[in-house]
T-cell receptor, first 112, second 115 residues
Framework: QKEVEQNSGPLSVPEGAIASLNCTYS??????FFWYRQYSGKSPELIMS????GDKEDGRFTAQLNKASQYVSLLIRDSQPSDSATYLC????????????FGRGTSLIVHP | GAVVSQHPSWVICKSGTSVKIECRSL??????MFWYRQFPKQSLMLMAT?????????EQGVEKDKFLINHASLTLSTLTVTSAHPEDSSFYIC???????????FGPGTRLLVL
């Protein structure tokens, strides 16, 4: 069974700090990885996707992927209170089914 | 781009009635659509995957006769909750994906309250 693990949190960081969100996965053949943000009462919205080992930056967000360690992370620089949300890690299945597995999400609280 | 809409956003119904939720991809052709359910403070739970023109594939434990899914076109999928009961009250979210794409885009969700 494919698993995606995230610490449920909450992760609390002060405004302006770097928030680091982590995700591990069990399917060694996975090739696609996604981070979604979900505000309370809303549906998830895509933040970033990453497919290759290393870092991918988009504004204040950086996704990091290490396939050997089966680990993907999301860094949020200069955290703002508006970043307070649940962050979902999603891992695409190997074998071309394209059905991703979602983690349970990490709750992030950015306090002023 | 990649906008997915859902209708209605809120629905309140009496126990025993059926409710239909629509999911539309507005600016791309969605060859695959997913239906999720999320209870308060819990994670997303995939209910079923539907490919255009094919029968939906339901996840284990999801009653296919209770949750009817139709994906008749490349821009529209519907979920019908038949004979809804209070325990079906939840946040139902669809997502859509284009051909040979791995990124899925979520609709805004539909809150169902069964009295």
């Amino acid at each position: 069974q494919k698993e995606v693990e995230q610490n449920s949190g909450p992760l609390s960081v002060p405004e302006g700090a770097i928030a680091s969100l982590n995700c591990t996965y069990s399917d060694r053949g996975s090739q696609s990885f996604f981070w979604y943000r979900q505000y309370s009462g809303k549906s998830p919205e895509l933040i970033m996707s990453i497919y290759s080992n290393g870092d991918k930056e988009d504004g204040r967000f950086t996704a990091q992927l290490n396939k050997a360690s089966q680990y993907v992370s999301l860094l949020i620089r200069d955290s703002q209170p508006s970043d307070s949300a649940t962050y979902l890690c999603a891992v695409g299945a190997s074998g071309g089914s394209y059905i991703p597995t979602f983690g349970r999400g990490t709750s992030l609280i950015v306090h002023p | 781009g990649a906008v997915v809409s859902q209708h209605p956003s809120w629905v309140i119904c009496k126990s025993g009635t059926s409710v239909k939720i629509e999911c539309r991809s507005l600016d791309f052709q969605a060859t695959t659509m997913f239906w999720y359910r999320q209870f308060p403070k819990q994670s997303l739970m995939l209910m079923a995957t539907s490919n255009e023109g094919s029968k939906a594939t339901y996840e284990q434990g999801v009653e296919k006769d209770k949750f009817l899914i139709n994906h008749a076109s490349l821009t529209l999928s519907t979920l019908t909750v038949t004979s809804a009961h209070p325990e079906d009250s939840s946040f139902y979210i669809c997502s859509a994906r284009g051909l040979e794409q791995e990124t899925q885009y979520f609709g805004p969700g539909t809150r169902l309250l069964v009295l």
